[in-house]
């Protein structure tokens, strides 16, 4: 079945450290997205790619860095500049034309 | 900017009952309106998706209804069970191409009480 794999699910880092989170979709859709949700203040985009090799930063790219080598991934680094990285990380993807949003399943993000 | 807002935050209801969830945006100029279901701990799942050309969507006990002019989008759900008890959240794109990005409210958190 087609979807969007996310991983890890749960993961952990220590402060100063860079952690990246993955996102594989094997739905062929073009566009893909790296929201964040934190209690109460709803989902928050921080970076898309409409194409392979380009990306666009949200309303919260600040210590977040990501890439778009191939069609099917878009990995999100989290890096020690972002000063409040516990958060449920949430990737997406959407197909050109009027097509809606499909989501992976989240990865939780805790510094310890 | 768009602004989506939805009410109520939360609701309870006996098992069995009807119910209505709320949602409306400030520009009418919509693409499209997706509602999803989003349980503890774990992403979103769509629900139903209404084109900006379309006034009502259904899907089983699900039925989302779409008035751009009013700037309002429900969400019915009919004969509620414990299994719909979740966050329900509704969004909206920003423009009209694939890298278009959503504006979500805050979502409805659904309590159904057996």
């Known amino acids: 079945d087609g979807g969007i794999t996310q991983s890890p699910k749960y993961l952990f880092r220590k402060e100063g450290q860079n952690v990246t989170l993955s996102c594989e979709q094997n739905?062929?859709?073009?566009?893909m997205y790296w929201y964040r949700q934190d209690p109460g203040q709803g989902l928050r985009l921080i970076y898309y790619?409409?194409?392979?090799?380009?990306?666009q930063k949200g309303d919260i790219a600040e210590g977040y860095s990501v890439s778009r080598e191939k069609k099917e991934s878009f990995p999100l680094t989290v890096t020690s500049a972002q000063k409040n990285p516990t958060a449920f990380y949430l990737c997406?993807?959407?197909?050109?034309?009027?097509?809606?949003?499909?989501f992976g399943s989240g990865t939780r993000l805790t510094v310890v | 900017k768009q602004e989506v807002t939805q009410i109520p935050a939360a609701l309870s209801v006996p098992e069995g009952e009807n119910l209505v969830l709320n949602c409306s945006f400030t520009?009418?100029?919509?693409?499209?309106l997706q509602w999803f279901r989003q349980d503890p701990g774990k992403g979103l799942t769509s629900l139903l998706l209404?084109?900006?050309?379309?006034r009502e969507q259904t899907s089983g006990r699900l039925n989302a209804s779409l008035d751009k002019s009013s700037g309002r989008s429900t969400l019915y759900i009919a004969a509620s069970q414990p299994g719909d008890s979740a966050t329900y959240l509704c969004?909206?794109?920003?423009?009209?191409?694939?890298?278009?990005?959503?504006?979500f409210g805050e979502g409805t958190q659904l309590t159904v009480n057996p």
């Open positions: 997406a993807s959407r197909k050109a034309g009027n097509y809606g949003y499909t």
């Open positions: 209404i084109q900006s050309s379309q």
């Open positions: 790619s409409q194409i392979v090799n380009d990306f």
């Open positions: 969004a909206v794109p920003l423009e009209e191409t694939s890298g278009s990005r959503l504006t």
């Open positions: 520009d009418s100029a919509i693409y499209n």
């Open positions: 739905l062929n859709h073009d566009a």
